[in-house]
């Protein structure tokens, strides 16, 4: 009698079980793999999803912005090798500002390597300056700030 009994409740428990994971079913979870918790089922049909494009594909306006006014404030430098007014070096102040600020604004939590990269350009735009003003005060002999006193008599 004791194993028919012991049957009896094995059935009514797992009659209990079952009803139990049905109405978890229901209610969108299942049994975890080890028993210990429920999580939400999985659905089957994945097609209704929309997938958005992830933000750093896109290119905004800043990522065009700063490069260009950079090589724009190159371009007028280079053009002060050959002017007679200051116009040049005025317009490349501005566009490397614009672009320096373009660069600083579009960061976005990653300051210290823009910040890195904007001391390397000024780097090299200082160094390309001081090669146009020593070659404006040599007088264009290419003395590098003395070619123009070669013809002064000496004392």
Do not use: H
């Not at 918790?37 to 990522?63: H, Y």
């Not at 976005?108 to 300056?129: C, M, N, P, Q, S």
């Not at 020593?134 to 003395?143: E, F, H, L, R």
């Amino acid at each position: 009698m004791s194993s028919e009994s012991t049957n009896e409740a094995d059935r009514t428990a797992l009659a209990v079980r079952e009803k139990a994971l049905s109405n978890m079913r229901k209610s969108g979870l299942k049994l975890s793999e080890d028993g210990s918790s429920w999580v939400p089922l999985e659905e089957e049909n994945n097609t209704k999803r929309i997938n958005l494009p992830n933000a750093e594909d896109q290119i905004g306006p800043l990522d065009v912005l700063a490069p260009l006014s950079i090589i724009t404030a190159f371009f007028f430098l280079l053009a002060g090798f050959d002017a007679t007014s200051e116009e040049p070096f005025a317009a490349c102040c501005l566009f490397l500002s614009i672009g320096c600020l373009a660069m600083l604004a579009n960061s976005e939590g990653r300051v210290g390597v823009t910040i890195l990269r904007i001391v390397g350009i000024l780097i090299f735009f200082g160094i390309v300056a001081t090669i146009i003003l020593d070659s404006m005060m040599s007088g264009g002999w290419g003395g590098m700030g003395v070619g123009g006193l070669s013809g002064w008599g000496g004392p």
